[in-house]
């Protein structure tokens, strides 16, 4: 079992001052090998300081749980765990590219933020699918593997 507690810290800028902000996530990722587990980490946590996680989204709670797609006959999957979209569910199949690995978390924090901010289009799959791959390339190309 592998987790980690993240404290962020985002600044909101008003006029000539500073305002900090601290978020406390709460990440937790079992499941697949010690690599898996930790470039889903790092993607994670990379997607929650700020990429893709507005300013405005308050502590969340991810457990992950990477697994093979035969076992839930998907690539991911993310589920609310409660009534204030603050605590996740979500499901990473492991045997696919990297590429497409760190796409598929991507895809599902994009579904998180939606869950979080309560705006989307339909059942949001179009602008994860838009966006997941744009998001796997920048976190990528910022050397954050």
Not at 85 to 111: G, K, P, V
């Amino acid at each position: 079992m592998f987790g980690m507690d993240l404290i962020l810290t985002r600044k909101h800028w008003a006029g000539d001052c500073s305002l900090g902000e601290v978020m406390s996530h709460t990440l937790k990722v079992t499941g697949g090998t010690k690599s898996d587990r930790e470039v889903a980490e790092k993607a994670i946590r990379w997607a929650l300081s700020g990429p893709i996680l507005t300013s405005t989204t308050p502590d969340v709670s991810i457990k992950v749980k990477i697994c093979q797609f035969v076992t839930h006959q998907c690539w991911g999957s993310v589920v609310e765990d409660n009534e204030e979209n603050t605590a996740f569910s979500m499901t990473i199949a492991n045997n696919q590219s990297l590429r497409d690995y760190i796409a598929t978390i991507m895809h599902e924090m994009i579904h998180v933020n939606q869950y979080v901010t309560q705006k989307w289009d339909g059942d949001g799959e179009r602008e994860a699918e838009y966006w997941q791959y744009k998001m796997a390339d920048m976190f990528w190309t910022n050397g954050e593997l």
